[in-house]
């Protein structure tokens, strides 16, 4: 082996300081430019003179709004105005140039996330703010300590259930449907149903692109009551400004996660704390509670359940065929994911649970089973997963080894295995593209998905435009995610192509395809619903 002398050294150094890190955009982020177009291969995001000289990490963002760090400590968002809803209702205010997050703390935030239309952000102190959507924004506090491990008190538990039972009492019944303003109609979804069950690898995805629209009812309303249904369910009622999340004293928050309408935050000492809306399972508190309105911890650690991979399991002959309780491998929660309405953990032995809705296999279980309380996905039993990602309907995770892990809806091929089958089990990714490849960062959309692999490469997969019924996308999308008065215009649902893959082109993909930037070296890579922010290293 060569040594290294002061010169080589220096010239290193000199390397390190003349490269600066950007970040890139593409997709659709409806006030990210002037035209609202989508953008169809990457561009450069110009950071703002008053949010520091660089970048620090990308966070994806929210449905049509963007957020990314700046080497300051600010968050910096853009992206969707004031009359095109989302981002503008969460108090930001976005435009079409990125700006620095009004936050009512100067302290730097470290990490941020985006659910539909609300965020989340921690900042170098270890405290959460959180802002957008009230019904995802926690109140009160919380009721006490949970003991970390093995050593979980009962009569905790068994308060915090009292109290979520005697919580979900108190919703009014209109917060179990989702309704939207559409063109001066109001667009009501109604809870959904159960459907068939299945248990197994794989099922159809042709008939679930509507994904749940048979469930809609509408009904005319004239413009005088939509007007005044308009103004008293404003942004002032809707929404929320920054506040901070109250939690237990002595509590420090390292990262968080916003899925559609819940948030799940991770502690320091890999404590799971979640709130929003739970009525899937998708806070893993065991029961269907919908409104979680401060957070509580989350029972990853202890007991949990086996996931029901009957196959898996009775070929090892471990199991019986029915779900059984086990001691959980690890100790403690190193990650954490969102989806729309399902999540996921890791455990520091490399363990995945998930919890959460699982009509579309999203659970990895094997089955179309909702699970209440986190499960382990047994089937990755003895594969160390290192991290994990979820979009709406699906999940992708990466072992240790650099292997990809995909399961759940797949009707525009976001799970990568080239073609539109959903997968009830995790499905390993073995396409060409990938052969004798390593994959490091994960990250999902809506309905897409995007890799960085160990030596620099960038794939994305999916949904890469709206479909030619892009009304019915839209109010399928709207009904998974919403559950709250939306402000859309017309144009947002025209048909227009969303190209969140930065391809050049409109065209889904269903296997992972490569998207080259040239000159600049991938360190992270964040998907909003719509979009992809990428964070790279470039030489001045």
Not at 31 to 41: H, I, K, V
Not at 107 to 122: D, E, I, L, N, R
Not at 488 to 497: H, N
């Amino acid at each position: 082996m060569n040594g290294e002398g002061k010169e080589s050294k220096e010239v290193k150094m000199e390397e390190a300081v003349n490269k600066e890190r950007v970040v890139f955009m593409w997709g659709y982020l409806p006030g990210a430019l002037p035209q609202r177009t989508p953008l169809l291969s990457p561009v450069n995001v110009q950071i703002p003179a008053s949010a520091g000289c660089s970048w620090t990490d990308v966070c994806g963002g929210g449905c049509g709004f963007a957020m990314a760090i700046s080497d300051s400590g600010k968050l910096i968002t853009w992206g969707s105005t004031d009359d095109l809803g989302q981002s503008y209702v969460t108090s930001g205010k976005h435009g079409e140039i990125p700006e620095p997050f009004p936050l009512p703390t100067e302290v730097s935030v470290v990490k941020a996330a985006a659910g539909w239309a609300h965020c989340a952000a921690v900042t170098e102190n270890a405290e959460v703010y959180t802002w957008g959507w009230k019904e995802c924004i926690p109140s009160g506090k919380v009721f006490g300590d949970l003991p970390m491990g093995t050593n979980l008190e009962k009569d905790v538990f068994e308060r915090q259930n009292s109290l979520l039972a005697e919580q979900d009492k108190q919703i009014d019944i209109c917060s179990c449907w989702y309704t939207h303003f559409m063109k001066g109609e109001i667009l009501e979804v109604s809870p959904r149903s159960q459907g068939s069950r299945s248990s197994g690898g794989t099922f159809s995805a042709a008939d679930s692109k509507g994904g749940g629209e048979e469930g809609t009812k509408r009904r005319r309303t004239s413009s005088a009551k939509h007007s005044a249904e308009s103004s008293s369910s404003g942004d002032e009622t809707l929404s929320a400004l920054p506040c901070l999340v109250t939690l237990n004293p002595g509590v420090r928050i390292a990262t968080v996660a916003a899925g559609g309408r819940h948030t799940l935050a991770l502690s320091d000492t890999g404590q799971v704390w979640g709130w929003g809306y739970g009525g899937e399972g998708q806070l893993g508190l065991g029961s269907r509670i919908r409104m979680v309105s401060s957070p509580h911890p989350v029972p990853c650690i202890e007991s949990s359940s086996l996931g029901k991979d009957r196959a898996s399991a009775l070929s090892r002959g471990s199991l019986s065929s029915e779900r059984q309780s086990f001691r959980v491998p690890g100790s403690y929660v190193k990650g954490i994911a969102c989806g729309g309405r399902h999540s996921a953990v890791i455990t520091d032995a490399g363990a995945l649970l998930t919890f959460g809705w699982g009509l579309y296999g999203q659970c990895g279980q094997g089955s179309t089973d909702d699970e209440l309380s986190p499960t382990c996905v047994s089937s990755l039993l003895g594969i160390r997963i290192e991290s994990v990602a979820a979009g709406l309907w699906h999940t992708v995770c990466v072992s240790t080894d650099g292997d990809v892990y995909a399961f759940g809806g797949n009707q525009f091929g976001q799970l990568g295995t080239g073609g539109d089958q959903a997968e009830t089990l995790p499905r390993l990714l073995d396409a060409p593209s990938l052969e004798n490849t390593n994959v490091k960062i994960v990250s999902c959309g809506a309905r897409h998905s995007a890799i960085i692999t160990e030596d620099g490469k960038i794939f994305c997969w999916g949904w890469n435009k709206y479909g030619q019924d892009p009304w019915k996308y839209i109010f399928a999308y709207l009904s998974q995610c919403c559950g709250v008065w939306l402000k859309l215009k017309t144009e947002i649902l025209s048909s227009r192509c969303l190209k969140q893959l930065g391809l050049g082109d409109v065209i889904d993909r269903n296997i992972p395809s490569q998207v080259t930037i040239e000159g600049c070296s991938p360190k992270n890579i964040a998907c909003g619903w719509w979009h992809t922010l990428l964070l790279a290293e470039s030489p001045t």
